[in-house]
């Protein structure tokens, strides 16, 4: 007999796929919500938030976390190499003089100007005058990964331009994500979903800024005031510039940053983690107690007079008092007849507990895209290649989260300072150069260079970083970036420091092009082949 389709695809009355199945033991309470990507989070988002915060200015772990991202993505001296898109400026204006020579002046001239104002010591470049352009791209990617969101605001202030105090009238507004919301915490619609306010096509136009935060006592007004400030101006220049990771399509607003999926779990580590700890104090502090084989109140009911079992309290406390028999400087105990003496054996930590924190904070650096190693700090298990696999799948995602915050953040901001800059300042264009907002993507494009990888084998890596430049597989520049350099600035170092040693009478070392010492002929030989005994 043929078998009906039903039971074809579906044995025995179920859904032919075990994820779908709703009478399983495992399964049957688990039915949650098809809810839209703003819908799932955006009421939601303020509780995950705070409680986010709270966990990470807090917990130790999640605080680490935090650091460990912001150290490898951003560091301390997150920085463009501002290289203009020449081939396309060449083929856009037909103009030969767009060309590699004329790329590196003008980047020569760009990157000079952008620190000029980056770090400027009057802190012109932040609105509040109080960071350098780094410390807010850090501050920023640190409202990303906890807050979910990233919020700037590029204002234009002229008023402070003038003979010793700003060169540029542009200057950058962190905003905390608490304030982009609906005005009066409406419910989101078909124009404005978490406070951004959306076109036909689902894409931001302006945003719904609270004039203050909701908990400044102290701006009651401003903080039930909302201000709608458009995405950028007529001609394209950005205003806000809002960043957050895509996790679905058609989602507006982040929220959930990187410690959503694993909260409560951290948090329950946390606490357990506190309990262990008291249990371990009060073991140290309780090491041993007198047992008496009398009870005070017991034997009085017994008795049914107390004078007696007073008598003998009171003689057993003089006994203690006077009773200092001493050997050496210690104390020797002689207990009155009847008492023992007993010893607490200490059971915390508990045995299982380290083992049991160490798999969690697997989960957790899985979760967080760091390795195991960096979450802990603990690196007494692990060998060089161990280390070296787990670091290295750490830096993609490191890499990755840099390069997007880098496109949807710090670029839109040198796009902002470039405008001004060709503006105001002397740049090598050649005559009838199109203006900056024409082929503004041409004119600013730019690689971000962040924090240096580091070495695990400094001697191992830096021989293979040659070999790779002499085989082609890897250039100077690249090798530079991974360490935190710029590569055009090694180069001119090491041409002051082989002018230096000529000049004070000093041999060049080998890197200088000098001979090898040991009979060999080039660096590559030096590294391949043992040194003669």
């Known amino acids: 007999m043929r078998p009906s389709r039903g039971k074809a695809l579906a044995p025995g009355g179920g859904s032919p796929y075990d994820a779908a199945d709703i009478y399983g033991e495992h399964v049957s309470g688990w039915n949650p919500v098809l809810g839209s990507p703003d819908g799932e989070l955006n009421m939601y988002r303020d509780r995950i938030v705070s409680r986010v915060r709270d966990l990470v200015r807090n917990d130790g772990w ?44 003008f980047a020569q001239v760009a990157s000079a100007n952008y620190r000029t104002w980056a770090f400027d010591t009057g802190r012109y470049c932040d609105a509040q005058r109080s960071l350098t352009i780094t410390q807010m791209m850090r501050l920023g990617f640190r409202h990303k990964l906890i807050d979910g969101d990233s919020l700037m605001q590029a204002c234009y202030i002229p008023e402070r331009v003038g003979l010793g105090r700003a060169r540029y009238a542009t200057a950058i507004q962190l905003i905390d994500p608490d304030r982009l919301s609906n005005p009066q915490q409406q419910f989101d619609s078909n124009s404005s979903r978490g406070g951004v306010v959306l076109d036909g096509f689902g894409a931001a136009k302006a945003y719904w800024i609270r004039k203050a935060h909701q908990g400044d006592w102290w701006a009651a007004a401003d903080s039930v005031t909302w201000e709608q400030i458009p995405r950028e101006t007529e001609w394209g220049r950005p205003i806000i510039i809002h960043d957050f990771d895509h996790d679905r399509a058609s989602q507006h607003r982040g929220g959930s ?62 006994y203690h008092a006077s009773r200092k028999t001493m050997l050496g400087e210690a104390r020797v105990p002689i207990l009155f007849p009847g008492e023992k003496i007993n010893a607490v054996t200490a059971t915390r930590p508990n045995a299982n507990f380290a083992g049991f924190e160490k798999s969690f904070l697997n989960n957790f650096a899985s979760a967080t895209g ?19 696999g787990a670091l290295l799948e750490a830096f993609k995602t490191l890499t990755r989260r840099r390069n997007d915050f880098a496109n949807n ?27 900056f907002m024409e082929c503004r993507s041409m004119y600013s494009r730019a690689e971000w260079m962040g924090p240096a990888r580091g070495w695990i084998d400094p001697v191992a890596e830096k021989q293979g970083a040659v070999l790779g430049m002499d085989a082609g597989l890897s250039t100077l520049q690249q090798e530079c970036m991974e360490q935190g350099l710029d590569y055009e600035e090694v180069l001119e170092q090491r041409k002051r420091e082989i002018e230096k040693f000529k000049e004070l009478g000093i041999p060049c070392p080998t890197w200088a092009g000098m001979q090898i010492p040991g009979g060999y002929t080039s660096a590559d030989d030096a590294i391949q082949k043992p040194r003669p005994t």
């Open 409 to 435: 953040t710090a670029q839109p901001v040198l796009g902002c300072f470039m405008e001004e800059s060709m503006e105001v300042d002397d740049y090598p264009l050649p005559h009838g150069a199109p203006e």
């Open 62 to 105: 999640a605080s680490g976390a935090v650091t460990r991202i912001l150290d490898n993505a951003i560091g301390g001296h997150f920085r463009p190499l501002i290289k203009p898109d020449w081939r396309a400026l060449a083929a856009y204006t037909g103009k030969k003089a767009f060309d590699a020579t004329w790329a590196h002046e």
């Open 370 to 388: 760091l390795s195991a190693q960096q979450m802990s700090h603990d690196w007494s298990d692990t060998n060089y290649s161990s280390a070296r």
């Open 257 to 318: 940053g990187i410690f959503a999926p694993i909260l409560q779990r951290m948090k329950m580590l946390a606490k357990y983690d506190a309990v262990e700890l008291d249990a371990a104090v009060i073991n140290s502090i309780f090491g041993a107690y007198i047992e008496s084989p009398f009870d005070h109140s017991l034997v009085a009911e017994a008795v049914g007079d107390g004078e007696d079992m007073s008598a003998y309290q009171d003689q057993r406390a003089d």
